[in-house]
């Protein structure tokens, strides 16, 4: 996942993906440690993931970057 795509996703579906991103990692771990995983490439690319996500969500902590608001269907419907 790049950059530009992580930044334009609000804060909740972020930390969620973040929880997906944090639990396959472990499982992939497991795999390696047991021999059975195929891809090797699979931790590297989660981990540099993980690290995009945790970024993104220090910014939003430290103010350098604004939650985007997310207008539910009942207020696109009002306007």
Do not use: C, W
Not at 34 to 59: S, Y
């Amino acid at each position: 996942m790049r950059m530009h795509e992580i930044r334009n996703l609000p804060r909740k579906e972020i930390e969620l993906m973040l929880e997906e991103l944090l639990e396959e990692y472990e499982n992939l771990r497991f795999q390696k440690v047991t021999r059975q995983l195929d891809n090797p490439l699979l931790l590297r690319t989660i981990r540099r993931d993980i690290a995009r996500l945790k970024t993104v969500l220090r910014e939003f902590d430290l103010g350098i970057r604004e939650e985007k608001k997310v207008i539910s269907e009942s207020e696109e419907s009002k306007s």
